[in-house]
């Protein structure tokens, strides 16, 4: 089992920056790829960025790329999101999201998420 923990969500005028930030705890946390995947109201899971646990690939949805960047932090078992230019249709809820390949995750198809924050972007 793997428990995630995410923080840093709010509301930020189109433009701004947000950090969301994933505490993970259990089982092993740096033998799986660790990320983020959102959920807005009516709409699918849309995997939004991943970083492998070995080599530290990094993988990022189209719609985010140039503006969004991953890291972690193995010896805290913590994985952060940069969220910079923010845009409306960012708004979402977030999830932090594991599995032992980070295609998954992409695919929003984690085997482990948190309870989410949301993420509100609006003037």
């Known amino acids: 089992q793997l428990q995630l923990v995410e923080s840093g969500g709010g509301l930020v005028q189109p433009g701004g920056s947000l950090r969301l930030s994933c505490a993970a705890s259990?089982?092993?946390?740096?033998?799986?790829?660790l990320g983020w995947f959102r959920q807005a109201p009516g709409k699918e899971r849309e995997g939004v960025s991943c970083i492998e646990s070995g080599d530290g690939d990094r993988y990022f949805a189209e719609s985010v790329k140039g503006r969004f960047t991953i890291s972690r932090d193995n010896a805290k078992n913590t994985v952060n999101m940069q969220m910079n230019s923010l845009k409306p249709e960012d708004s979402a809820v977030y999830y932090c999201a594991a599995h032992p390949s980070c295609m998954e995750t992409m695919r929003g198809h984690p085997a482990y998420w948190g309870q989410g924050t949301q993420v509100t972007v609006s003037s």
């Open positions: 259990g089982s092993t946390p740096d033998g799986y790829g």
